[in-house]
């Protein structure tokens, strides 16, 4: 790990993110503003930069051996969602809800860039992420080895808390303007909507996406209450 640090700056803040990096082992390296910018592509930095390990992205075949090891993994599944702002704000709420493995198609999907990691607010670290040349077939696999697979579809014919997410699951999140592709609707086990109790009946992908895993994680914190 090393942590570039604005010099020529006067900023106690800087000054104890450095010193909380070389108490943590990390190498500090003063730089230059212009470095910085070069470094984020023009990116806020606000005078630190953290420059760590290559984020690691699984294949399919990597996908399911670390799927194997879990006991009832949750999958947030993205199809179509090609706004990296979307992506990363996706990727916190299921981190922070408990669906750490995020899993897209190599086409027609947004790409890993610094507005993706901002947008995640750090949550990117900490997901399992995972790109697939062929997401039905993902999806198809998914259901195969007794995953509960649900397309969130507006036009569902079940509501979202009326299926059993307690077990391993995938949630497919399609894309806002078109929904999900046909091959991967009919890949999907079950399609429900939201209860929406308003005039507006649809909602962006990320934020589908948090209420959906927050419905996983509200039936897995009752199950598992109800069991002790």
């Known amino acids: 790990m090393r942590v570039y640090v604005q010099d020529q700056q006067d900023s106690r803040r800087a000054e104890g993110v450095a010193k909380l990096a070389r108490d943590t082992g990390a190498e500090v390296v003063a730089a230059s503003r212009a470095e910085l910018d070069k470094r984020t592509r023009?990116?806020?930095?606000?005078?630190?930069?953290?420059?760590?390990?290559?984020?690691?992205?699984?294949?399919g075949h990597?996908?399911?051996?670390?799927?194997?090891?879990e006991k009832?993994?949750?999958?947030?599944?993205?199809?179509?969602?090609?706004d990296p702002h979307n992506f990363g704000a996706v990727i916190r709420s299921a981190v922070a809800l408990g669906a750490p493995f995020v899993v897209w198609g190599e086409h027609a999907s947004a790409p890993l860039t610094p507005v993706t990691f901002r947008a995640s607010a750090g949550?990117?670290?900490?997901a399992t992420l995972a790109r697939v040349r062929s997401?039905?077939?993902?999806?198809?696999?998914?259901?195969?080895?007794?995953?509960?697979?649900v397309l969130l579809?507006?036009?569902g014919d079940v509501v979202l808390h009326e299926v059993d997410l307690t077990g391993p699951c995938a949630i497919i999140v399609g894309a806002e303007d078109k929904g999900a592709k046909p091959a991967v609707?009919?890949?999907?086990?079950?399609?429900?909507?939201?209860?929406m109790a308003g005039p507006v009946q649809s909602l962006n992908a990320s934020v589908?996406?948090?209420?959906?895993?927050?419905?996983?994680?509200?039936?897995?914190?009752?199950?598992k209450n109800s069991a002790t």
């Open 42 to 59: 023009q990116g806020m930095h606000q005078g630190v930069v953290a420059e760590g390990p290559d984020l690691v992205i699984l294949d």
């Open 153 to 155: 579809d507006p036009d």
């Open 208 to 223: 589908a996406s948090a209420v959906a895993v927050y419905e996983l994680s509200r039936q897995r914190y009752s199950a």
């Open 62 to 69: 990597a996908l399911f051996d670390r799927l194997d090891a």
């Open 135 to 149: 997401l039905p077939g993902a999806i198809r696999e998914l259901a195969e080895r007794g995953f509960t697979v």
């Open 185 to 195: 609707r009919k890949a999907a086990t079950h399609r429900a909507r939201l209860d």
């Open 123 to 126: 949550a990117v670290e900490h």
């Open 72 to 82: 009832a993994p949750a999958v947030v599944v993205l199809d179509g969602v090609v």
